[in-house]
């Protein structure tokens, strides 16, 4: 079941979407106080305070720099990796202020930055750990870039 807003000239209201007859009577304030009530239990349910307060999923977002990094390598990264650099974002969140105050820029920001900085650590732990691997990145990847290759030649979107 969806919502609809109405507006009515002297107030906004919001009713449930159904197949009721036309005169079916228009939920008002209490409903949006529920709606508000379940958004609120649900975001506080979330387990952890990245994902608590910057509605980010590190995990998903680790998977895919791997996912990326493993078609720039074509190779496949040690196991465990994903979870190493969720772990490390969850762990930085948790002690470093300004890396809080990085991903909760507004917009699009917060999230683009965690792609950075996942990059940046899976570069530095493979040029640590797997010289002879790293090499095979381009060069703005350590920087944090999204890098794409097409056809043989790589493209750097900053």
């Known amino acids: 079941m ?6 009515e000239p002297w107030r906004m209201a919001v009713s449930p979407l159904s ?4 005169g079916y009577p228009v939920a008002r304030q209490g409903q949006a ?6 958004f609120r239990a649900w975001r506080a349910s979330l387990p952890g305070g990245l ?5 980010l999923m590190p995990e998903v977002i680790a998977e895919n720099v791997v996912r990326e990094a493993e078609r ?7 196991a465990g990796f994903t979870e190493r650099l969720a772990a490390r974002a969850h762990q930085l969140y948790a002690r470093n202020r300004r890396f809080k105050k990085t991903l909760n820029r507004p917009g699009n920001e917060g999230r683009d930055m965690l792609y950075v900085y996942l990059r ?3 570069a530095g732990w ?3 750990e797997l010289p002879a691997l790293s090499r095979q990145f381009p060069e703005g990847f350590a920087l944090g870039h999204a890098v794409f290759r097409h056809a043989g030649d790589s493209k750097i979107d900053p």
């Open 2 to 7: 969806g919502y609809l807003i109405e507006l």
């Open 19 to 22: 197949d009721a007859a036309p």
């Open 33 to 38: 106080r529920t709606q508000r009530t379940v």
């Open 72 to 78: 720039l390598t074509r190779t496949d990264l040690p």
């Open 126 to 128: 493979l040029k640590r």
């Open 51 to 55: 994902e608590r307060d910057t509605l």
């Open 120 to 122: 940046h650590w899976t």
